[in-house]
């Protein structure tokens, strides 16, 4: 049952990532997954330990931010 909710979750972005590797934008050897990891793991760590709100704060700093690592760790 994880797996499939994780999957359901993770769809588009994945495919974001696929499409930008396709288009060169980022690195073909771009492990998709780490990549994920990157963008959930913030909001799970702020979900488990509750120090901080999820909010348009963080999804702006945070989608900001994996794009700038993604798009450096490509080139």
Do not use: C, F, W
């Not at 073909?28 to 994920?36: F, G, I, K, V």
Request: glycine share 8%.
């Amino acid at each position: 049952m994880r797996t499939g909710e994780l999957e359901r979750i993770t769809a588009t972005p994945r495919a974001i990532i696929e499409q930008g590797k396709e288009s060169d934008e980022l690195n073909q050897s771009l492990d998709t997954n780490l990549a994920l990891d990157l963008i959930y793991g913030p909001i799970y760590y702020r979900l488990l330990v509750g120090h901080q709100p999820i909010d348009d704060a963080l999804a702006k700093g945070l989608s900001g931010t994996v794009v700038s690592a993604l798009r450096t760790a490509s080139n």
